[in-house]
Nanobody
Framework: QVQLVESGGGLVQAGGSLRLSCAAS????????MGWFRQAPGKEREFVAA????????AYADSVRARFTISRDNAKNTVYLQMNSLKPEDTAVYYC?????????????????WGQGTQVTVSS
């Protein structure tokens, strides 16, 4: 079992930046690929970004590529999502997820454990 706790969400103006963090409880964090998803009101949860166990491979949704960066620190059992040039359409609850294998996935069903989510609101 892996517990995931997100932090770093908040209210920011369009064009601003936020960095989300996700701390994992598991000491074998490096055995897990990690992902970020988001869900806006009235919409389905969607993939945002993912990385493999070492962070050497990453994947991004087209809507965030070149603006968001996923990274991880295995020594701290933490994955990050740096979000730059934020837009109002980035407003959503952002969820961290862990996959019980080392290679990354880009769909909801690829992931086994989920955090409780953190709200990101981008004002225009």
């Amino acid at each position: 079992q892996v517990q995931l706790v997100e932090s770093g969400g908040g209210l920011v103006q369009a064009g601003g930046s936020l960095r989300l963090s996700c701390a994992a409880s598991r000491r074998t964090f490096s055995n897990y690929a990690m992902g970020w998803f988001r869900q806006a009101p009235g919409k389905e949860r969607e993939f945002v970004a993912a990385n493999n166990w070492s962070g050497s491979n990453t994947a991004y949704a087209d809507s965030v590529r070149a603006r968001f960066t996923i990274s991880r620190d295995n020594a701290k059992n933490t994955v990050y999502l740096q979000m730059n040039s934020l837009k109002p359409e980035d407003t959503a609850v952002y969820y961290c997820a862990a996959r019980g294998v080392r290679w990354l996935g880009a769909t909801i069903s690829d992931y086994d454990y989920w955090g409780q989510g953190t709200q990101v609101t981008v004002s225009s």
